[in-house]
């Protein structure tokens, strides 16, 4: 059974550090990636990763976000320095077992997390 569990989420101030974890089972993904999803909001994406391990941010995250996968612990990572209010959001990782490539399509994965709720307080 495919399971994807994220962790990390929480409170944190406006100008601080964000560190989420992503672990998951049941599969072996060739890409995967972080999306977010303010209340009354789509859900964007915000960092991938694609089969060569190749980063992807869109743009209100880039140059504050780092996205990182390690695959002998089966985790995946998002670092994102300095945060706004606008990132808060509930954070979801999802994974394809098939995609060489990452996209910033939510349908385009097969596999969610239940998400970690992040909140930003200036």
């Known amino acids: 059974q495919v399971h994807l569990e994220e962790s990390g989420g929480g409170s944190v101030q406006a100008g601080g550090s964000l560190n989420l974890s992503c672990t998951y089972s049941g599969e ?3 890409s995967m990636a972080w999306f977010r999803q303010a209340p ?3 859900r964007e994406g915000v960092a991938c990763m694609d089969t ?3 980063p992807f941010y869109t743009d209100p995250v880039k140059g504050r976000a780092t996205i990182s996968r390690d695959r002998a612990k ?3 990572y ?3 320095n300095p945060l706004k209010p606008e ?3 509930t954070y979801y990782c999802a994974g394809d077992p098939d ?3 990452c996209y910033f399509r939510p349908g385009y994965y097969p596999n969610w997390g239940q ?3 992040v909140t930003v307080s200036s």
């Open 28 to 30: 072996t993904f060739k």
């Open 40 to 42: 009354g909001k789509q």
């Open 52 to 54: 060569l391990d190749r």
């Open 74 to 76: 089966n985790r995946l």
């Open 78 to 80: 998002l670092q994102m």
């Open 87 to 89: 990132d808060a959001a």
């Open 99 to 101: 995609g060489i490539f």
């Open 115 to 117: 998400g970690t709720q």
